[in-house]
């Protein structure tokens, strides 16, 4: 079992092999790929340290899977490449989410959509797969008609480089500015780059991804996306409006039994979910549920992640085992 990882080196890329040992994936060969300014570079994995290499010398090692989170241009020149030799690719970045040929996987919602034949498959945005999780069960019972969604998410969501930024200002330190304003002390409403239609990226993605997931379009989701300065893990406040009504005990009772959600719901005694609490862990983490009411059939509820893992790496990771599961 030949797997690359195409962005070694990076945040994600670290926290993937930090998985793979985890979730003890049987790996015979890893194949850790980053930029040629990475050359020479080490990871450690599995107590032994092995030489980061670049694309061209990993396509020609011919590996099973290839997880992919170096950024879209590399995705966009490279995912097909390695999809064309056999190899299936599990891409991070946002080149191929909505691609109608490729299929958009969160593992709990729609693996049982994948075939051998989806040699390249899209890895969703982190904040729309914490979103997803806990939408899905309540959409199969109530019908969802409208969802509006409030983002604050981590610096880490940005790269190693913001997360610096974030560190040397705490310390007062001068540093390159990934975010065009300081980022300690405050909150920037704009993730990703802004559009003609004065909506970021980021919040278009949250619009449109959970359509494509739960393959129907009788909902629609808008969304604010603010960045926020802690160093890990993503929120998010989130209402729901349903056609059909609901009893708050019947919604709890849906979302702890739901695949990959943690329910963390008792104000009397302060508990609901923070990113501090997130930290390291791969579930999704669902709390502060109560009754819009303002509105009929409307609920409140807020949703928390480890954006690295189950944003990212661990929904990868869960991909490439049920590839290997069904069709290696």
């Known amino acids: 079992m030949k797997l690359a990882i195409v962005g070694a080196t990076g945040l994600v890329g670290k926290v993937v092999l930090q998985l793979l040992e985890e979730r003890r994936f049987p790996v015979t060969k890893l194949i850790p790929v980053a930029s040629k300014k990475s050359a020479g570079k080490k990871v450690l994995f599995r107590n032994s340290e092995i030489e980061v290499t670049d694309l061209d010398v990993a396509l020609a090692m011919r590996p099973k899977i290839a997880i992919f989170s170096a950024g879209g241009e590399v995705s966009k020149k490279w995912a097909p490449v390695f999809s ?96 065009p304003y300081q980022i300690f002390k405050n909150a920037l409403p704009h993730c990703d780059v802004f559009l003609e239609n004065g909506y970021t990226k980021e919040e278009i993605k949250l619009s449109k991804e959970p359509q494509k997931i739960l393959q129907d379009n009788s909902f629609s989701v808008t969304a604010t996306a603010v960045r926020i300065p802690t160093a890990g893990g993503h929120s998010e406040s989130v209402n729901i409006e349903f056609e059909k009504d609901f009893n708050l005990i019947d919604v709890k009772e849906i979302l702890k039994k739901a695949p990959g959600v943690t329910l963390k719901d008792e104000p009397s005694t302060n508990t609901y979910p923070m990113p501090i609490d997130a930290a390291g862990k791969d579930d999704v983490f669902v709390g502060r549920i109560r009754r819009d009411e303002s509105k009929p059939k409307c609920i409140n509820l807020w949703i928390v992640a480890d954006n690295l893992r189950k944003g990212a790496a661990t929904n990868a990771v869960q991909i490439a085992e049920y590839v290997l599961k069904k069709f290696l």
């Open 84 to 179: 064309r030799c056999g190899c299936f690719v599990i891409d991070n970045s946002s080149a191929w989410r909505m691609n109608p040929e490729k299929k958009l996987i969160v593992p709990e919602i729609n693996t049982s959509i994948l075939n051998k034949q989806d040699r390249l498959i899209a890895n969703p945005n982190c904040s729309t797969i914490q979103l997803v999780l806990v939408l899905a069960p309540l959409h199969q019972v109530y019908k969802m008609k409208r969802v509006v969604v409030s983002t604050y998410q981590s610096v880490s969501g940005t790269g190693s480089k913001a997360v610096e930024q974030l560190e040397n200002e705490i310390l007062g330190k001068k540093c390159d500015m990934v975010y």
